[in-house]
């Protein structure tokens, strides 16, 4: 039996997983973050030897019996995942370092080619066509990553700051949040915040974007607000890239846990997308990247990935969205 694994990583965790030669997932794990922006090489190195060692464990199986791994992580060198994997898999195990934007693509539609808006903890829009690949967005909490996770949760915060002032109109978000963290007040909140090192910092920002859809599905007008004003700035990336690369042809996908917080991000970035480009054909995404990375691995084992049905992996599944 053949079995291929893959590992997704980024600011947040690193996903794990390892599937049999047929597609059966047969082993799973969750690390810590693995981005060179945050983490040390330690650290990245730590979390992919006991992400790899927890799956392996959970699979019940050696490393020697890995015929292939893949990768994405935003690691500066190719090498420190090479050294991290060294100690654990043998010369027969195939390691094949790919990037956050294919496996998230093939993850979603099954396609090398084409045009996808990535939104998780950070965010950026990317194309690869004949031509090659090109991307914008993608800078960083500080000065970009318009519409991710952490983006929508600094918009939510700084609506609580506005509503506690008494210059911004009420939110349920506010008591929504102080009863996520277990916070009595505001202020406690933006202690617990500047008390924590950068990248925790960001990915408790992030965490908030599903309590602000759950608000926006209680009708809160604030939060329906923030997220119709991130999938806009999605959209104006996707916009401008398309308009830069002439995608027009290529089938348009999301990716990142963003797009789960709320259907209305797909509908309200799907309508100003064709408001420029009608003849853009948006696809729902089918699959987490880390399950891109799998099925990559099953491809090239002689599988036909294209035919798997949502249910084959329904832990990682999105939801079944619609434009409608």
């Known amino acids: 039996m053949r079995y291929?694994?893959?590992?997704?990583g980024g600011g947040?965790?690193?996903?794990?997983?390892?599937a049999d030669e047929r597609g059966k997932?047969?082993?799973?794990?969750?690390?810590?973050?693995t981005n060179s922006q945050f983490d040390t090489v330690d650290e990245i190195q730590s979390a992919i030897r006991s992400g790899v060692a927890e799956a392996l464990a959970s699979a019940g199986i050696a490393a020697a019996d890995l015929s292939a791994i893949y990768t994405a992580m935003p690691v500066l060198r190719i090498e420190i995942i090479e050294q991290a994997l060294d100690t654990l898999v043998g010369g027969n195990t195939a390691l094949h370092i790919s990037d956050e934007f294919t496996f998230s693509l093939f993850g979603a539609i099954q396609e090398r080619r084409g045009s996808l808006a990535l939104a998780g903890t950070g965010s950026f829009a990317g194309v690869r066509n004949q031509g090659g690949f090109a991307a914008v967005g993608g800078w960083g909490a500080m000065i970009g990553d318009e519409g991710s996770g952490t983006h929508i949760g600094q918009q939510a915060l700084a609506a609580c700051a506005r509503m506690t002032d008494g210059r911004g109109p009420s939110t349920m978000l506010l008591e929504q949040i102080l009863r996520l963290w277990h916070l009595p007040r505001l202020l406690d909140v933006m202690i617990k915040?500047?008390?924590?090192?950068?990248?925790?910092?960001?990915?408790?920002?992030?965490?908030?974007?599903?309590?602000?859809?759950?608000?926006?599905?209680?009708?809160d007008e604030v939060a329906v607000r923030i997220l119709n004003d991130?999938?806009?700035?999605?959209?104006?990336?996707?916009?401008?890239?398309?308009g830069k690369t002439d995608a027009h042809d290529l089938p348009l996908t999301v990716s990142g846990g963003v797009w789960k917080s709320s259907p209305?991000?797909?509908?309200?970035?799907?309508?100003?997308?064709?408001e420029s480009y009608p003849q853009v054909a948006i696809l729902p995404p089918k699959f987490d990247p880390v399950i891109g990375g799998i099925m990559l691995g099953l491809?090239?084992?002689?599988?036909d990935v294209r035919r798997m049905e949502q249910d084959t992996y329904i832990d990682f599944a999105f939801p079944r969205f619609s434009l409608d």
């Open 193 to 219: 915040l500047y008390a924590t090192k950068l990248n925790e910092q960001r990915k408790l920002v992030a965490s908030l974007c599903p309590l602000v859809g759950q608000c926006a599905a209680s009708g």
């Open 230 to 242: 991130a999938a806009g700035q999605l959209a104006d990336q996707m916009v401008h890239l398309i």
């Open 299 to 303: 491809e090239a084992f002689g599988v």
């Open 4 to 8: 291929v694994a893959s590992l997704d």
């Open 264 to 274: 209305l991000l797909f509908r309200s970035f799907g309508r100003r997308v064709q």
């Open 25 to 33: 997932l047969v082993g799973r794990a969750i690390a810590g973050s």
């Open 12 to 18: 947040t965790k690193l996903s794990c997983l390892i």
